[in-house]
T-cell receptor, first 118, second 114 residues
Framework: AQKITQTQPGMFVQEKEAVTLDCTYD???????LFWYKQPSSGEMIFLIY??????QNATEGRYSLNFQKARKSANLVISASQLGDSAMYFC???????????????FGKGTKLSVKP | GAVVSQHPSRVICKSGTSVKIECRSL??????MFWYRQFPKKSLMLMAT?????????EQGVEKDKFLINHASLTLSTLTVTSAHPEDSSFYIC??????????FGQGTRLTVV
């Protein structure tokens, strides 16, 4: 069974500092994709970054980077130079494998609530 | 990326009535759409996979007769919560995408049943 684990229910970070949000995953698929989404209080899901299982380099998107350690099955999100607007829920997600008929739905972790302090 | 429009964003309905939520994919041919449910301060849980022109596939524990899904075209899927009860109050959100794209989400619908 596929599973995403986020062990940090809440995190605090000082404005302008970097923060790492943890994510571990479990899957028996060889090919999979890992995602991070930001969900502000409005509820919308904002795509941040994607890492494919065969990507050799860690994904980066602006202030977001994904620390992908395949052997450890971890995909931590690093946010550099935190801003007040980064305060939100952050979800790590995995795309279910396409074996067994899955067509691309995501499996989500429980999320981490990030609070950026001024 | 694809633009997904979900409507309404908020709805309050009386217990026993039905509510229809629309999910439109504005620029992506969506043969498949996904409906998720999110309880307060919880994660998103897949409810069902909506398949264009055929029956939806429901996750275990989701009542298909209560959550009716219709996917009549490549751009529109609807979720109807029938005979709604207070325990159906939740945040419902749809997404489109396939194995080669990211998941594009609608804005979500906050349903309150009173």
């Amino acid at each position: 069974a596929q599973k995403i684990t986020q062990t940090q229910p809440g995190m605090f970070v000082q404005e302008k500092e970097a923060v790492t949000l943890d994510c571990t995953y479990d899957t028996s698929d060889q090919s999979y994709g890992l995602f991070w989404y930001k969900q502000p209080s409005s509820g919308e899901m904002i795509f941040l970054i994607y890492q494919g299982s065969y990507d050799e380099q860690n994904a980066t998107e602006g202030r977001y980077s994904l620390n992908f350690q395949k052997a450890r099955k971890s995909a931590n999100l690093v946010i550099s130079a935190s801003q007040l607007g980064d305060s939100a829920m952050y979800f790590c997600a995995m795309r279910a494998g396409n074996y067994g008929g899955s067509q691309g739905n995501l499996i989500f972790g429980k999320g981490t609530k990030l609070s950026v302090k001024p | 990326g694809a633009v997904v429009s979900q409507h309404p964003s908020r709805v309050i309905c009386k217990s026993g009535t039905s509510v229809k939520i629309e999910c439109r994919s504005l620029d992506f041919q969506a043969t498949t759409m996904f409906w998720y449910r999110q309880f307060p301060k919880k994660s998103l849980m897949l409810m069902a996979t909506s398949n264009e022109g055929s029956k939806a596939t429901y996750e275990q524990g989701v009542e298909k007769d209560k959550f009716l899904i219709n996917h009549a075209s490549l751009t529109l899927s609807t979720l109807t919560v029938t005979s709604a009860h207070p325990e159906d109050s939740s945040f419902y959100i749809c997404s489109v995408g396939n194995m080669n794209t990211e998941a594009f989400f609608g804005q979500g619908t906050r349903l309150t049943v009173v």
